[in-house]
């Protein structure tokens, strides 16, 4: 009963208010004290099921939200700059994005995605910048693993976020610096115990028919992001369907001979024409990543920048790169760019670093569904090793790296309109 009542409450905030001003949430530098946060209030509103303007290209991809004492009060707790216009004011923003001279858009905002992250139950927030960024930004998310995406228990959700898996059944290619140690020896025993459970012999056997799994659930209109390692081995896992990459030391048998020429490039997302890693030894899955090709990429010019868009014309990619600076600070991973020789021409290049020529931010369409991978780890931490301690988002609320993630989060929100490019 008493949800019921400030349901009604919050309604009828907007009922008074709306008429007479708006809300502007400004995400330019100089506007906004707190970014990450600002993609949460504007996540809460739309499940109070009211609409919100995303105001591309227009100060940093602004929000402009309807009025009401409620939302003003939830900006000032979470510490989230905002505006009050008057409807006038509103009206003439709006016109001036739509003016053909602008490259700007407003699209709206209709829905609150239903968002899973896919990672292992016994790992916390910090290991994983989507689930710090959401916890920070106090967007919700459910934390789903292989037992749900085999029951197919995908479809309850509007988008999701694979953690730093490895798709390939090579336990992340740690062997080399620490198959002596506990954690690892660990981890290879409960994921063995859990593939048999699930019926697989093998656990590269039961990783691919996840991959499978969220490849079906793409093509069906899905929306999927990934970060690091899941990028590349979740399409090494798919080119590799049917195929033996594994040594014994992974899956107590030996790969298949001359398993690299058995690859099918037609069955990935991204990647093409990549050659695997056959040492075990090295911590590294195949030619996509350019951890090991860095050489001319000092740490203190280690930038990439964002491509420029139609926002008019080509929404989707323009949404996925708004920010309030278009270069933005480089940071590592075990997968931390993507060789541009090796990305399918269909598949949008978001961000590079023209430096080492290597893409860091990609995106593409996938049957009814999209997809996009971001190298690195962790856009505050350079080089984040095993045991470091996490990364401290109230020290960072307005990071760059980390809104190229909430823009994802927000993109199922939009209304659907066809791509150009």
């Not at 491509?307 to 270069?327: E, G, I």
């Amino acid at each position: 009963m008493q949800k019921c009542f400030f349901s009604l409450l919050f309604i009828l905030f907007f009922i008074v208010d709306v008429s007479a001003s708006s809300i502007l949430i400004p995400m330019d530098a100089e506007g906004q004290k707190n970014h990450l946060k600002a993609y949460g209030i504007t996540y809460w509103v739309l499940t109070k099921q009211q609409k919100v303007q995303w105001l591309l290209n227009y100060r940093g991809g602004s929000f402009l939200l309807p009025d009401g004492d409620i939302i003003r009060k939830e900006c000032q707790i979470r510490g989230v700059t905002f505006e009050i216009i008057s409807d006038s004011q509103a009206q003439l923003i709006l016109e001036e994005i739509a003016s053909p001279s602008q490259n700007q858009e407003a699209v709206i905002l209709e829905k609150a995605p239903k968002i899973a992250v896919y990672s292992p139950k016994d790992n916390s927030p910090w290991d994983d910048a989507v689930t710090m960024v959401l916890t920070y930004a106090e967007i919700p998310y459910d934390q789903i693993y292989d037992e749900e995406v085999l029951e197919d228990k995908l479809v309850l959700y509007d988008w999701l976020h694979l953690h730093h898996e490895d798709f390939t059944g090579q336990y992340g290619k740690f062997y080399g610096a620490y198959r002596a140690a506990p954690w690892y020896i660990e981890g290879k025993q409960q994921a063995e115990a859990l593939a048999l459970k699930l019926g697989f012999n093998k656990v590269s056997e039961e990783k691919r028919a996840v991959a499978l799994k969220i490849r079906n659930y793409v093509i069906g209109g899905g929306f999927m992001f990934a970060m690091c390692s899941a990028t590349d081995s979740f399409d090494i896992a798919l080119a590799a369907d049917a195929v033996d990459i594994c040594e014994p030391m992974f899956d107590g048998d030996p790969s298949d001979a001359n398993y690299q020429a058995k690859l099918d490039y037609g069955k990935t997302f991204a990647f093409t024409n990549f050659i695997l890693e056959r040492n075990p030894l090295r911590y590294e899955f195949s030619s996509i990543d350019m951890t090991n090709k860095r050489d001319n990429v000092p740490r203190t010019s280690d930038y990439f920048s964002l491509m420029d868009f139609s926002a008019k014309w080509d929404p989707v990619p323009t949404m996925l790169c708004q920010n309030h600076t278009a270069l933005v600070k480089g940071f590592m991973g075990q997968t931390t760019a993507f060789a541009r020789e090796e990305i399918k021409p269909t598949v949008l290049v978001l961000g590079e670093n023209k430096i080492n020529g290597e893409a860091r931010y990609i995106h593409g369409i996938k049957g009814k569904g999209f997809f996009t991978f971001y190298g690195g780890h962790d856009p505050e931490d350079y080089q984040h090793r095993v045991g470091d301690p996490k990364t401290e988002l109230e020290l960072h609320p307005t990071s760059p790296g980390y809104r190229l993630i909430l823009n994802n989060v927000l993109f199922p929100a939009a209304q659907k309109k066809k791509q150009k490019t």
